[in-house]
């Protein structure tokens, strides 16, 4: 569905990206994990095609990808940021419908579809007529999904969706994605720094330290078989530690 | 979009009407004399059951007057001998009139026959100094280098006045200052300065307490009063213009226009009334007062007029170059120099650039008023989409969102604070720079405020300037609201509410 062969990205002195591939499955969640400045959101703009790569190549669904040769992925992929990137000026309503006008999508089909997804993330119709200035963060976000799948896209890509969102809210919309990924059965890449995230959603992950691929596999081998100590430092960093995991 | 359409539809374009029919259009200068003259020469048409006469009146000074009779915007106006000679001519040797006559015909132009007195210049000087010092004559100043002087800009800087006068009789004061011609005599009387420049029919000079020099050396040329016209005007109106030459020539002499120019000057009687008081009829200060109300209203009207078409104008070619400006980097800047630099030039001056263009009146003042209303409009239109959020254009690359409906549907609606303030920015400007049009014949409330300077009239300068004042109030309260209409309620409800 998407590979990635050995791309390479200089911003200035800085790498962003050195000799990155990767292949995500039909059907699987992939998850690109890493820091913040590990290149993660730069690679999934190359992906996108957003950004051009100084050297290596995209494939998308086999078509090549480049800022130049992106119109094939309209419509194919979904695409979800922190904080939702809503417009601001258009409702809810206007922000989910907004990829479906520029398609010329019947109205009526298309009103089918919102009520749809609106059911699928538990919005009721006043929540169409709101402004993103009037919602929660984790509303937002829920919005941004909205409008990605609105073209039922097979391909969803997701940059740090729940990175602005406080812990609790977080915990309760990564179960939910956890759900929602579970029944539209896509082909999911998604890009966090939560290793938490990264276990409940991911079946295969790639984990990036400044631009370079660190190493790829299930969660079970980066665990297991640290390629570096790097792995397990990173894996750890994040969970509490033993003596502390009793009073959870 | 769909809104700003309809608000910009709603503006609409009201250029004025074209001129039709049989019309004599009528010009003067800024200042009393001229006006009276243009006045007389206006009602001695009008009561001989002549056309429609049009009165394009209070042009500034010789440049854009003469400009406007050379390009037919006005087809005639009061001027004098000497100024068509040396401003005009550029010939202060052509002295007669039928010598002034030969010399105008290639230009389409003639005189009429002198009106019967002359505005020179002339020094003028308190009546105590010059009875304690004997000062009757200029030469007597050779005498007196301690006196102070102060002259108008105009004679200070024409050869035939001060510069000419100071080399001709070898004078030298201690000190020279430039003087509003208006606040000249005030001057004098309170005493702050010695000596000053009038002209030689001044309405002032029935006042007592002021002496008037004799040029003993006869330095200043003839200034004869005539009518300044078109060829083609006297051809083919010869009813009008023996009208004109009947009421008018041989008819005034120097103490008559002293008395007419002091009727309006010291008794506040406007160029109307001077005029049908000369002509033998009356105009009652009601009727008057009636017809500056109603004057008011057509000002209004024309004012509004001009704002309207020229801000219209504005957005409709100023809102595209702000898109262009930031679409192309290189383009862009080259056009935000251009715009920037015709905002360097005074407003004036741009409308005077205007004249040889496209003479006087409406149209050349819209053009100057559109292209001054241009930077704050490409201004704002260009700084809103330029900083527009990166993250937001790139998802509308992903989304597929582009051409037509990326611009309409997010990207001018995102900028619309800025782009609505660059008009705004214009709108207030284009109210306020209005008022010059009337320098130009233009119309609108700048032509009280011409008229209310031209003849030191404080009442006249307010009843032009405090309704200017209001339209730019009004225009800034309905921004306000279009604010309201054309600001995205969702894009209000964050600016209201910064995270």
């Known amino acids: 569905m998407i590979a990635v062969r050995h791309v390479g990205k200089r911003y200035g002195a800085t790498v962003a990206l050195d000799d990155v591939s990767l292949d995500v499955a039909p059907g699987t969640i992939h998850v690109l994990l890493g820091s913040s400045g590990s290149g993660k959101s730069t690679l999934l703009r190359v992906i996108l095609g957003l950004v051009a790569a100084d050297h290596g190549e995209v494939l998308v669904e086999g078509a090549p990808v480049t800022p130049a040769r992106r119109a094939h992925l309209i419509g194919r992929v979904g695409y979800v940021v922190q904080e939702g990137g809503l417009y601001p000026h258009l409702t809810v309503g206007g922000n989910v419908r907004l990829p479906a006008e520029a398609r010329g999508r019947p109205p009526r089909e298309l009103e089918t579809r919102v009520r749809e997804l609106a059911a699928l993330v538990g919005f009721d119709e006043a929540m169409l007529q709101r402004y993103p200035a009037e919602l929660s963060g984790g509303q937002r976000q829920r919005v941004g999904l909205m409008r990605a799948l609105v073209l039922d896209p097979p391909l969803l890509l997701l940059d740090e969706p729940l990175g602005a969102l406080d812990p609790i809210v977080r915990a309760d919309l990564q179960a939910e994605l956890h759900r929602l990924f579970g029944r539209l059965n896509k082909t999911v890449l998604l890009v966090t720094h939560d290793v938490r995230e990264t276990v409940l959603l991911g079946s295969t992950i790639t984990l990036l330290r400044a631009g370079r691929v660190v190493q790829q596999g299930t969660f079970a081998d980066l665990a297991r078989t640290p390629a570096e100590p790097f792995v397990t430092e990173f894996l750890r960093a994040q969970t509490p530690p033993p003596e502390l995991r009793a009073y959870l | ?499």
Not at chain 2, 77 to 101: H, N, Q
Not at chain 2, 116 to 144: C, K, M, P, Q, W
Not at chain 2, 196 to 203: P, Q
């Open chain 2, 1 to 499: 979009m769909r809104r700003l359409a309809l608000a910009l539809l709603v503006l609409g374009v009201t250029i004025a009407p074209a001129l039709a029919d049989d019309v004599v259009r009528v010009g003067s200068k800024s200042f009393t004399e001229s006006y009276v003259l243009a006045e007389i020469a206006a009602q001695a048409i009008e009561s001989a059951g002549g056309p429609r006469v049009e009165r394009r009146v209070g042009l500034g000074g010789t440049g854009i007057a003469y400009r406007a009779v050379a390009h037919g915007s006005v087809d005639f106006y009061p001027e004098y001998t000497g100024t068509i000679s040396r401003a005009i001519l550029k010939d202060a040797g052509i002295e007669s009139v039928a010598a002034i006559r030969q010399g105008l015909r290639p230009l389409g132009l003639t005189i009429s026959d002198p009106l019967g007195f002359e505005n020179t210049y002339a020094l003028a000087v308190r009546a105590d100094l010059s009875a304690r010092h004997g000062i009757t004559r200029i030469s007597d100043l050779v005498a007196h280098p301690e006196l102070r002087g102060a002259f108008t800009s105009g004679f200070l800087e024409r050869d035939d006045g001060w510069p000419g006068l100071r080399r001709h009789y070898g004078l030298a004061l201690a000190s020279v200052r430039t003087i509003e011609h208006a606040l000249a005599y005030q001057a004098l009387t309170s005493g702050s300065v010695d000596v000053i420049d009038v002209f030689s029919t001044d309405g002032r000079l029935t006042q007592p307490g002021i002496v008037v020099l004799r040029d003993d050396r006869r330095f200043f040329p003839d200034y004869a009063a005539v009518l300044l016209a078109r060829t083609d005007f006297v051809t083919t109106h010869p009813h009008a213009w023996a009208a004109l030459t009947h009421a008018l020539v041989g008819r005034i002499d120097g103490p008559a226009m002293i008395r007419l120019n002091a009727l309006a000057d010291l008794q506040r009687r406007s160029a109307r009334q001077v005029a049908a008081w000369f002509l033998g009829r009356e105009v009652t200060d009601a009727e008057e007062r009636a017809r500056l109300a109603r004057e008011l209203g057509t000002l209004t009207l024309e004012h509004l007029g001009l704002v309207v078409a020229a801000l219209s104008l504005a957005v409709l070619v100023g809102l595209p170059l702000g898109i262009l400006a930031a679409r192309s980097p290189v383009a862009g800047q080259a056009e935000l120099m251009a715009v920037g630099v015709l905002q360097t030039i005074p407003a004036l001056a741009l409308l005077c650039f205007m004249i040889p263009l496209l003479g006087i009146g409406t149209v050349p003042a819209l053009v100057a008023l559109f292209l001054y209303a241009l930077l704050p409009i490409v201004r704002g239109t260009y700084t809103g989409l330029a900083t527009l959020d990166r993250q937001l254009l790139e998802i509308a690359d992903v989304l597929g969102v582009e051409g037509w409906r990326r611009l309409a549907r997010l990207e001018l609606p995102l900028a619309s604070v800025s782009v609505l303030a660059g008009i705004k920015t214009a709108a207030i400007w284009t109210v306020g720079t209005a008022t010059l049009a009337a320098f130009i014949g233009g119309g609108g409330y700048g032509t009280l405020i011409v008229r209310g300077l031209a003849l030191d009239d404080a009442r006249t300068i307010l009843a032009g300037a405090v309704p200017a004042a209001l339209m730019a109030l009004l225009f800034h309260l309905l921004f306000e609201l279009i604010d309201r209409w054309l600001v995205p309620h969702g894009l209000r409800l964050v600016t209201a509410r910064p995270r």
